[in-house]
C-alpha cells in the first residue's frame, strides 16, 4: 500500500534550530534524533515498513511512531498501541463505530478512554497501520502528534453548547486550535504539551494541571466589559516535582484564543530546554525566567498588547455531582437531557463501542462525548426516552448512578501496556474499589481516588482527595506490589497537590489506611451539636 504522501503533498519540515544557543553536543538524545530524522516524514517509511515487516523497523526510530499515534510497548514486542486526537472529546456515532471495527479487526478488541478525553488502542501491528490511518481519515479523525513532543489533546468541557453551567461555548475553539497546531510548525517542541480551553464555570477540565489552561471570565476592553478567558500556564503533574499552573495575569477573548495558543507554543519552541529532558517542559522556562518575563515573550509573540485578568467566572466551590457529569441533567434545551455514564477504569471493548454507538443513533443525537475522568456521555437524549435509555444493558457495567467509590475512580493504564507502570493499575484499583464499596457507610458519597503506575502521573493523583502511586516493595524475601498513598490534593481558589501520608503500603494496607482515611472523613462532615454556655 503507498502512502497518500508519495506524490509530495506532505508539508516541508519547519527548520529544527538549536535552541538557546545549545551546540548539537548538548542536546538529549531525543533532540539529536529529531535532528536526524523530521519525525512527520516517517509517514513514508511506516508504509514501506508495512510492506517489509517490523523487523525492518531500526529500533531507534520506535519513539518516532509517536508522531503518528503509534506507540511501540516493550511488553508487547512487535505491537503498538493506537491513539487518536478527539478535540473536546466529541466524536459522532459513525466515527465510534469505525474505532470499534479497528478495535475489532487489527486491535484484539480492546481499549481505553483516557483522561484527556480521547481513546487508545491496543495490539497494533506495523502491517495494519496503513488500513488504519486511511479509515481515521475517511470518518474525519486522525491521530497525528498525539505523543512524545507534541502538543496533547486539547480538551474542553464534554457538555460544551449544552449545560446550564457554561459561559463560553468551546467546541469551535477546540477544533480550531488543534487544528492550527497540526503540522512541521510545531512537530519539534521541546517535551509534551497540554491545553485546555474550558468555558464551563464547573473547571471541569481541570486548568491548574494544563501547560496552557484557559477559564472563564468577564474582562474589560476599553469601557465594555465581556466574556473570554483568564489564562494559566506551567501546570504538569508528571515526575517527583510536579506543579500547578500560574496565574499569567491576561484576558483572551474567545476570538483570540487560537493565536494566543500559538504565541505560548511558540515561545516554548524556541527556548525550552533541549539539554536535560527532565527540566523541558514549560514550567521549567517559567521558572527561569519569572513569570514576568515570560509573559513579556508571550506578548511579543502575539504580537499586541492584551488586557489584565478579567473576574473569575469559575464556581469557588463546584458541587461534585454536578462536576463530573456523570447521571441525568436537564440541557440548556427545552426537553432534552444528557446522561453520563461511569465506565470503571476506562477500559471499554469493542463490543461495549459499537453498542455505545448505537445508544446514541436511538436515544440522541447520533454523538457521543468522553470526558476527563474516562468517562461518556450520550447528550440530547428526549426525557421522555431517559427511562428507557436506563434499561439499557450496556448502563447496567456503566452505570450512570454507581456508588462513589467507583464514580471518583480514574486510573492510569497500568502495567500490561505501559512499560513506566508498576503494577496492574487497572486490576488492583478495582479490586480495592469493592472492597471499599463493602465497608464505607454511605455508598453514595463520592470519593475522589486518582490512581497512577508510576511517577509519571497519568492517573493524576497528586490532584486527588486521595491518590495512589504504584511502588514495589519487599515483604518476607518476595518483591510484591503496593502504594505510596497521598492526600489532600484539589484545584481551585485554594489549589494544592497532595502530600505523601503513606509510603510503601501492600496493597491489603493500602485498603485499610484509605478505609480510615475516606472515615474520618465522614466524620469530619458532620457539624457537631451546640455546646451548652
Not at 530524522?37 to 513514508?44: A, D, G, H, R
Not at 464534554?158 to 510548525?185: D, K, N
Not at 501547560?211 to 504538569?236: K, S
Request: hydrophobic share 35%; proline share 6%; glycine share 10%.
Amino acid at each position: 500500500m503507498s502512502s497518500p504522501f508519495a506524490n509530495g503533498s506532505r508539508p516541508a519540515a519547519a527548520p529544527m534550530p538549536n535552541r538557546n544557543g545549545n551546540g548539537r553536543a548538548k542536546l538529549n538524545k531525543v533532540e539529536l534524533l529529531k535532528l536526524k530524522k523530521s519525525p512527520l516524514s516517517l509517514i513514508e517509511d511506516i508504509y514501506r515498513w508495512a510492506d517489509e515487516g517490523f523487523d525492518a523497523v531500526p529500533p531507534e526510530y520506535y519513539d518516532l511512531f509517536k508522531w503518528h499515534g503509534f506507540f511501540y510497548r516493550k511488553q508487547t514486542p512487535g505491537f503498538f498501541m493506537l491513539r487518536m486526537r478527539i478535540s473536546n472529546g466529541i466524536v459522532s456515532s459513525s466515527q465510534l463505530r469505525a474505532i470499534a471495527e479497528l478495535s475489532r479487526d487489527y486491535g484484539r478488541g480492546v481499549g481505553d478512554f483516557t483522561t484527556r478525553q480521547n481513546i487508545q488502542l491496543r495490539w497494533i501491528t506495523i502491517e495494519d497501520m496503513p488500513a488504519i490511518i486511511e479509515k481515521l481519515q475517511l470518518v474525519g479523525l486522525g491521530s497525528e502528534q498525539t505523543g512524545m513532543d507534541n502538543f496533547r489533546n486539547v480538551t474542553g468541557c464534554p457538555m460544551t453548547g449544552l449545560t446550564h453551567h457554561e459561559m463560553i461555548e468551546t467546541r469551535q475553539l477546540t477544533t480550531a486550535t488543534a487544528l492550527s497546531l497540526l503540522g512541521p510548525e510545531f512537530e519539534n517542541i521541546p517535551r509534551k504539551f497540554n491545553i485546555s480551553i474550558n468555558g464551563c464555570r464547573l473547571d471541569c477540565t481541570h486548568a491548574q494541571s494544563n501547560d496552557i489552561g484557559l477559564t472563564p471570565a468577564m474582562g474589560r476592553v476599553g469601557t465594555r466589559r465581556v466574556p473570554g478567558f483568564n489564562v494559566v500556564v506551567g501546570g504538569h503533574m508528571g515526575s517527583r516535582n510536579p506543579h500547578l499552573a500560574l496565574p499569567l495575569d491576561l484576558f483572551v477573548r474567545p476570538s483570540q484564543a487560537t493565536a494566543f495558543c500559538r504565541a505560548v507554543l511558540t515561545v516554548f519552541r524556541d527556548n525550552g530546554n533541549r539539554a536535560v529532558r527532565g527540566k523541558a517542559r514549560l514550567w521549567y522556562l517559567i521558572d527561569e525566567w519569572g513569570i514576568d518575563r515570560f509573559r513579556d515573550e508571550v506578548t511579543k509573540a502575539y504580537g499586541e498588547n492584551l488586557p489584565s485578568a478579567g473576574a473569575c467566572q469559575l464556581y469557588g466551590d463546584p458541587d461534585p455531582l454536578e462536576q463530573d457529569h456523570v447521571g441525568v441533567h436537564p440541557q440548556i434545551q427545552d426537553g432534552l437531557s444528557y446522561v453520563g455514564m461511569v465506565v470503571p477504569t476506562g477500559r471499554i471493548t469493542a463490543e461495549q463501542l459499537f453498542a455505545l454507538a448505537g445508544l446514541a443513533d436511538e436515544y440522541g443525537s447520533r454523538e457521543i462525548r468522553l470526558t476527563n475522568d474516562q468517562n461518556v456521555i450520550i447528550p440530547n437524549v428526549p426525557n421522555n426516552r431517559v427511562n428507557e435509555l436506563l434499561g439499557e444493558p450496556l448502563l447496567e457495567a456503566w452505570s450512570p448512578s454507581p456508588s462513589g467509590v467507583m464514580r471518583g475512580l480514574v486510573t492510569c493504564t497500568g502495567i500490561d501496556h505501559c512499560h513506566f507502570a508498576l503494577n496492574d493499575t487497572k486490576g488492583i484499583s478495582m479490586a480495592i474499589a469493592r472492597k471499599l464499596e463493602e465497608r464505607l457507610p454511605d455508598r453514595d458519597k463520592v470519593v475522589r481516588l486518582n490512581v497512577s503506575g508510576c511517577v509519571h502521573a497519568c492517573g493524576r493523583h497528586r490532584l486527588s482527595e486521595i491518590g495512589l502511586e504504584a511502588t514495589r516493595l519487599r515483604q518476607e524475601g518476595s518483591v510484591i506490589d503496593g502504594f505510596n498513598i497521598f492526600e489532600g490534593g484539589c484545584l481551585g481558589e485554594d489549589a494544592r497537590l497532595g502530600v505523601e501520608t503513606h509510603r510503601k503500603a501492600t496493597i491489603d494496607e493500602t485498603t485499610d489506611l484509605l478505609a480510615d482515611a475516606i472515615a474520618n472523613r465522614y466524620q469530619s462532615d458532620v457539624v457537631p451539636d451546640a455546646v451548652p454556655a
